[in-house]
């Protein structure tokens, strides 16, 4: 099959950017969409052009490296498929396809596709964790978690940290992101004596990273790779009105970050 | 150069108690002034990151992904054992050792691997603390899988997502550090070359991705958790960005290279689809816990669809060859198993290269939901990739390569033959032999990040005196400007060849000739191919763009040119290594049915390789390897 790609080029972070038009020819079928970019950078190569730089590692969905937008839509037309997973099956021949990197203030552009996504890290480094170092811990089955419950904190953890969330939601907002931790480790019993500080400093790092409000419009999980449900939203939520109530006391507890 | 294991005396069971007594500690208030590199943030260098700065060092810790999140344990799907014996079928410490070691065909230090099976145990603990989401059983307590090559179920697992689970919960303890300020982070950040200065590690040399500028970063001691080098052969389960680099950096500073020839080749991978290939998925051995594998028995069958292939047509052949262990038998075992079927001509699929993985069985005995739920998201992979549904028809799969049990050689504290360079996870070659059974890798990836080399580079500090060394130290000096002048190199050839194009063949020399089955003449011929192809490499590779900016042909052509060279030693290790045990098959030496053949007289060492100089030939090390506790015997599943 022949694809035509338009795709947003850019030198680095403060050069001007443009969409450029590229002919993919006979791309088979079961390329990934990856693979496809790798045979158009082998072209531009040969030509002694420069190849288009995008992110990406594992190829198998899991580690969150890749993602562009395809035809505005985050990771492409397949649900909860990550932008590596998705094969040329799912486009028709003589396709005209859009290939742009994650749109968000907070995701800055280093290089074509290429953004920054340093600020989930930061959210994270704000409270996402447990605090257990290591050592000492108690025989694991001393601590009984529901299945049902183990089952839920899985659906939230399992968020690779792609960026697609915020690439699709119109106010950029990395709710799910943030939410999805804070739901993974305030379901479970160790996660209880951080959950407040937890809930309130998350949320004001995702705040000062610049990412947008959620206003629940849902673009999130339609987007999500790992289709992660809004639902983590009203756990944050919540979360977060009561951790407010709590919030002169985290000001007394505060100082050691 | 020496090789000293520094193994503890006395009996097996106290050897690592009576070390962690015997080793120097560093008092609290001290600790804050000894810098630590990490290179890697994977299972084994975020670990190690993450509990060196609890213990009060200050810690610099690099990664080549964005984020420490993506480390390639990330991608690991289905278990990481421990000898918890939760499930009360006679599991003991003790069998986790002598299943490791058995696996290993017998050729991993012992101490070193009971070592790894005591701590195992705390790993659970350890990420059941923070939060790691282990599946469960209704009562709420852990739940466990088997894994080939144990008659036990100790595998724990987080749905098919197992690595992700432990990286994030490491990740997780990561960003607590780096939040405390006891943790610097170097994302986009690849570690080109080690700076030794009088005989010591005391840093590393280092490309900005995003700037190109490089750097040199000093401290009193380097860890390298760098992962493993299966991307030599191009096609590989390894994440696209996984390299040598850092511990080739390191072998050509004086560490030696072990056993460098042991690479696994994993049965369940899915089949090559076509020339565009760039990588290879895996899909999970746990399957073979409800799976079937089988080919057509006649070659005749082999294109006719598999639900027309009668049950008497069919060849269940692990089951019929390894009746106790059956599906369940060990990778290296079931993956040459697969080739010789394939080799026959009864193999499926395009290309005749795949075998079935077949559920029909498991679903009728327990139902599409039960099947489901323990491996549907494999599945959905599965079909996303090949668009054909596994719940319908069986899946087909093939062997691929998928972890190096060589890697760089490291004493009982892990320290390389470089002191103060510290090797922990699939980096150095210590636990696993020439074969690791599955779930085994997340095991030591944690027991060495978290639990031993804390702990190990306490004892390098309170037993050495380092000097200063200050960044106008000729030695450094010299180093940053090797990496520069290489870097300029690369950039300056403007040849004709693509960096992708050389890789691929290279893997191909590889893959034919020191994959699943080598022998001396394959083995010496690709020993003539793979300097033709390295010297067509520096003379006619094209790497367009500067060093100063994001560039990734750049670093894929610095990476490629490392794996020229190393392609060579582990095709000089195959050849010399005239036995078969574990991956490392030579079909000169079989038994008469087939299987590996062990030279225990003459090969029960481990071969360390030190770098001998450019052009000049390595020279071999051998650590004996002395079975105390084990008897060595012809490893049998049958």
Redesign the interface.
């Known amino acids: 099959m022949n694809i035509t790609l338009h795709v947003w080029r850019q030198?680095?972070p403060d050069a001007p950017g443009t969409m450029v038009k590229y002919d993919a020819k006979d791309v088979?079928p079961?390329?990934?969409f990856?693979?496809?970019l790798?045979?158009v950078n082998?072209g531009?190569?040969?030509r002694?052009?420069?190849?288009i730089?995008f992110?990406?590692?594992?190829?198998?969905?899991?580690?969150?490296?890749c993602g562009v937008m395809i035809n505005g839509i985050a990771h492409g037309p397949?649900p909860?498929?990550a932008t590596c997973?998705l094969?040329m099956?799912s486009f028709e021949d003589g396709a005209e396809v859009h290939v742009e990197p994650w749109r968000s203030r907070a995701f800055p552009v280093?290089?074509d596709l290429?953004v920054?996504?340093?600020a989930?890290?930061r959210i994270?480094?704000?409270g996402?964790?447990?605090?257990?170092?290591?050592?000492g811990?108690?025989?694991?089955?001393t601590?009984?978690?529901?299945?049902d419950m183990?089952d839920d904190?899985?659906d939230a953890?399992?968020c690779?940290?792609c960026g697609a969330c915020v690439a699709a939601c119109p106010n950029g907002s990395a709710s799910l992101f943030t939410a999805a931790k804070i739901s993974?480790?305030g379901l479970?019993p160790?996660?209880q004596p951080e959950r407040i500080r937890r809930a309130l400093r998350m949320v004001a790092q995702m705040d000062d990273e610049g990412f947008g409000h959620c206003s629940l419009y849902g673009e999130c999980q339609e987007a999500c790779p790992k289709e992660i449900s809004i639902d983590v939203i009203a756990r944050m939520n919540r979360d977060f009105v009561v951790a407010s109530m709590h919030a002169k006391e985290e000001r007394v507890l505060g100082g050691?970050? | 150069m020496e090789l000293r294991s520094k193994t503890p005396s006395g009996p097996l069971v106290e050897k690592w108690s009576k070390h962690r007594f015997e080793m120097k500690l560093v008092n609290p208030a001290n600790k804050r002034k000894y810098t630590v590199i990490v290179v890697g943030s994977g299972l084994a260098g975020g670990a190690a990151a993450a509990s060196l700065s609890e213990l009060g060092y200050n810690v610099k810790c690099f990664c080549f992904q964005d984020s420490p999140r993506r480390a390639h344990s990330i991608a690991a799907q289905g278990g990481i054992n421990a000898a918890k014996n939760y499930q009360n079928d006679g599991d003991s410490i003790y069998r986790l050792f002598y299943d490791t070691i058995k696996g290993g065909d017998f050729r991993s230090r012992e101490a070193n691997v009971y070592r790894l099976a005591e701590v195992s145990v705390n790993i659970i603990d350890q990420c059941v603390a923070q939060g790691v989401p282990f599946a469960r059983e209704y009562g709420g307590l852990l739940a466990n899988r088997s894994f080939g090559g144990a008659q036990v179920s100790r595998t724990f697992y987080a749905r098919g997502q197992t690595g992700q689970q432990l990286l994030l919960g490491c990740y997780q303890a990561l960003e607590k550090e780096v939040s405390r300020g006891g943790v610097t982070m170097y994302p986009r950040t690849e570690m080109l070359d080690v700076v030794v200065v009088n005989g010591r590690a005391r840093g590393i040399v280092t490309r900005d991705m995003v700037s190109g500028a490089i750097e040199t970063h000093l401290a009193d001691a380097v860890i390298l958790g760098t992962g493993g080098y299966g991307n030599v052969f191009y096609l590989s389960t390894n994440a696209k960005g996984s390299n040598v680099t850092a511990i080739w950096r390191a072998y050509k500073r004086g560490a030696a290279f072990a056993n460098p020839c042991f690479t696994q080749i994993h049965p369940t991978c899915i089949p090559v689809s076509g020339e565009h290939q760039s990588k290879l998925t895996l899909m999970s051995e746990s399957l073979r816990n409800d799976g079937r594998v089988w080919v057509p028995k006649r070659k005749e069958d082999c294109a006719k669809r598999p639900r027309d292939i009668p049950e008497q047509d069919r060849d269940y052949y692990l089951e019929r060859k390894y009746p106790s262990f059956g599906n369940l038998s060990p990778r290296d075992i079931a993956s040459r198993a697969a080739k010789e079927v394939c080799d026959e001509g009864r193999g499926v699929g395009p290309g005749g290269r795949g075998v079935y993985l077949d559920f029909g069985d498991a679903i009728k005995r327990l139902g599409r939901d039960k099947i489901a739920e323990r491996y549907g998201n494999l599945f959905e992979m599965y079909e996303r990739i090949t668009d054909e549904n596994p719940y319908e028809v069986p899946m087909r799969i093939y062997p691929a390569v998928h972890y190096t049990m060589g890697g760089l050689w490291v004493d009982y504290n892990l320290m390389s033959t470089v002191p103060g360079l510290h090797v922990i996870g699939e980096a150095n070659f210590s636990d696993h032999g020439a074969n690791r059974l599955g779930a085994s890798a997340l095991m030591q990836g944690l027991a060495d990040g978290y639990f031993v080399v804390p702990l190990t580079i306490g004892d390098y500090f309170g037993s050495n005196k380092l000097e200063q060394v200050a960044a106008d130290n000729p030695a450094v000096r010299a180093t940053e400007d090797e990496v520069r002048a290489r870097t300029e190199r690369l950039l300056s050839i403007n040849g004709s060849r693509t960096v992708t194009s050389i890789h691929r063949e290279l893997g191909r020399i590889l893959w034919e000739y020191c994959g699943m089955a080598r022998d001396a003449a394959g083995l010496e011929k690709a020993l003539r191919l793979i300097p033709q192809l390295r010297e067509e490499f520096w003379r006619d590779v094209r790497v367009p763009g500067t060093g100063a900016e994001l560039n990734q042909s750049l670093e894929h052509a610095g990476r490629v040119a490392d794996f020229l060279e190393l392609a060579e030693l582990m095709c000089i290790d195959a050849l010399h290594r005239e036995e078969s045990c574990g991956g490392h098959f030579r079909t000169e030496h079989q038994t008469a049915d087939g299987e590996a053949l062990r030279h225990d007289d003459r090969f029960a060492y481990v071969a360390a390789w030190e770098y001998g100089g450019d052009a000049k030939p390595p020279i071999l090390h051998k650590e004996p390897l002395a079975f105390e506790n084990v008897a060595l015997s012809q490893r049998s599943y049958k």
């Open positions: 030198s680095g088979s079961d390329m990934s990856l693979e496809m790798d045979v082998e531009l190569v040969e002694g052009e420069i190849p730089a992110d990406h590692d594992c190829r198998e969905g899991i580690c969150g490296s397949m909860g498929t997973q094969h099956r280093i290089k290429v920054n996504r340093g989930f890290d994270i480094a704000a996402g964790f447990i605090t257990a170092p290591t050592g811990a108690r025989d694991a089955n601590i009984p978690v529901p299945k183990a904190a899985m953890a399992a690779i940290g993974h480790l479970l160790q996660g050691t970050g």
